[in-house]
């Protein structure tokens, strides 16, 4: 088991490995597939995945934030 500060450390970089890649992926995907739709849909699409990536950050920081094994 890690200690506490060693799965911060870890964990920090590997959220911002999350979120950078998960946008990049979501932008690629939109402007790929949504350029030529209507306005409407290009809402929906980038509010749901401007909402996507919580459970993976979630995960992500609950991991981070468990307490070490005394």
């Keep these: ?3 506490a500060r060693t799965r911060k450390l870890i964990g920090t970089f590997v959220f911002l490995a999350f979120l ?3 946008s990049l992926i979501a932008m690629a995907l939109g402007a790929r597939y949504l350029a030529s739709v209507h306005g409407i849909w290009q809402f929906l699409f980038y509010a749901i995945a401007g909402l996507a990536w919580l459970p993976g ?3 992500i920081i ?4 468990k307490a070490d094994k005394q």
């Design 1 to 3: 088991m890690l200690p």
């Design 20 to 22: 950078i890649i998960y």
């Design 57 to 59: 950050a979630m995960a």
């Design 62 to 65: 609950s991991w981070m934030a």
